[in-house]
């Protein structure tokens, strides 16, 4: 190991973290590929780690975005929560069966179709008496939320995050918004849950073959709890149009840098 790769990527970690953080998403987009470019460590070793940091960065975020911003909608995060901790699980115990190849080439297409569902900015408008479309109010915010368009490909979704070793908020809320008509900052502060449930899963899944390297865990943990406490908190200063295109971005940039790694 090169003697600076270990602080460069905790300080990159650091900053992913606080971008990451105003979006309520995990930082697993960009913790994957840092880790595998700086340290010695093989895919599936990162993508352990990678998971490890996007769980204690969804439990920072998570107090901000429900104590301070009141953006949780609890009721559709915990049954979001439980499709995608299953599925998420699922992908990480069999992810084995997938060549690395393939499990980075996932992962870039994942980002980019995220990057152009966001970045056109469509809301679904869900019909308010229909079956299957749950009625929901978070503080002052109204919505209707179709279970039936929306539920199935957040289960793909997570499935296909846990597969490659990230959150898969970068599908779950374009999903959300898209097809499940959830308000932009209500689907990021209800995401900061479903880090937390996605990654601890699929985080379980891959720990079923053991190999945690805890120290790295505990230094880049330090890193990503401190980033996320402040990017959580910019949130609100933020506008929506701003969010949108920042995301859209933040998202290209990633899948460009993973599919660049293929090749390198």
């Excluded at 599936?44 to 429900?66: D, E, N, P, V």
């Excluded at 609890?74 to 190849?101: D, E, H």
Aim: charged residues 10%.
């Amino acid at each position: 190991m090169i003697p600076w790769s270990l602080p460069a990527a905790a300080a990159a970690i650091f900053l992913t973290s606080l971008i990451f953080s105003i979006f309520g998403r995990g930082g697993g987009d960009l913790y994957l590929p840092i880790i595998i470019s700086l340290l010695p460590l093989s895919y599936h070793s990162c993508a352990k780690i990678s998971l490890f940091l996007i769980m204690l960065q969804g439990i920072s975020m998570l107090i901000i975005y429900h104590g301070k911003h009141r953006l949780v909608d609890w009721g559709l995060a915990v049954l979001i929560g439980v499709v995608v901790g299953v599925s998420s699980f699922l992908g990480g115990f069999l992810s084995y069966q997938i060549p690395p190849t393939a499990l980075k080439i996932t992962f870039s297409i994942a980002l980019l179709l995220s990057a152009y569902f966001i970045y056109r900015g469509v809301q679904a408008k869900p019909p308010i008496r229909r079956f299957g479309v749950w009625s929901r109010r978070v503080g002052r915010q109204e919505y209707y939320f179709n279970l039936l368009y929306a539920v199935p490909p957040i289960a793909f979704a997570a499935f296909m995050a846990g597969m490659v070793g990230i959150s898969g908020g970068g599908l779950i809320i374009p999903v959300c918004i898209l097809l499940g008509g959830v308000p932009i900052r209500v689907a990021m502060g209800t995401n900061t849950f479903l880090v937390l449930a996605s990654s601890s899963m699929s985080f379980a899944g891959h720990m079923t073959r053991g190999g945690f390297e805890p120290l790295l865990g505990l230094i880049f943990g330090a890193a990503v709890i401190a980033g996320s406490q402040i990017g959580s908190r910019l949130h609100v200063k933020i506008g929506e149009k701003t969010l949108r295109k920042m995301f859209a971005i933040i998202l290209v940039s990633a899948a460009v840098w993973m599919l660049a790694k293929i090749f390198i």
